[in-house]
């Protein structure tokens, strides 16, 4: 059984912020990788960032120095951290769990950068 669920989206301005997170119920959420991705009406899913078991992280380059992942083992949640938010960050962004074996989606929370 493995469930994700998406929060903390909404409205918000240009140059503002907003937290994201993701409750896991994964078990083994501690040896996976998870990852947050976006995907913005007529645009393909794309990787947004993503953290490793181990605490690595890897960025999109449209999002390096204003987005921060990261996890929470103890309480098994992903966040995403985004500041200096621009319109062309408006998307519905998902939370992901990564298994060799198959990959598990959450709902999907709605972003939109607007004035």
């Known amino acids: 059984q493995v469930q994700l669920v998406e929060s903390g989206g909404g409205l918000v301005q240009p140059g503002g912020s907003l937290r994201l997170s993701c409750a896991v119920s994964?078990?083994?959420?501690?040896?996976?990788?998870m990852g947050w991705y976006r995907q913005a009406p007529g645009k393909q899913r794309e990787l947004v960032a993503e953290i490793t078991s181990g605490g690595s992280t890897t960025y999109a380059d449209s999002v390096k120095g204003r987005f921060t992942i990261s996890r929470d083992n103890a309480k098994k949640l992903l966040a995403l951290q985004m500041n200096s938010l621009k319109s062309e960050d408006t998307a519905v962004y998902y939370c992901k769990l990564r298994r060799a074996w198959d990959d598990y989606w959450g709902q999907g929370t709605q972003v939109t950068v607007s004035s």
């Open positions: 994964a078990i083994t959420f501690t040896l996976n990788t």
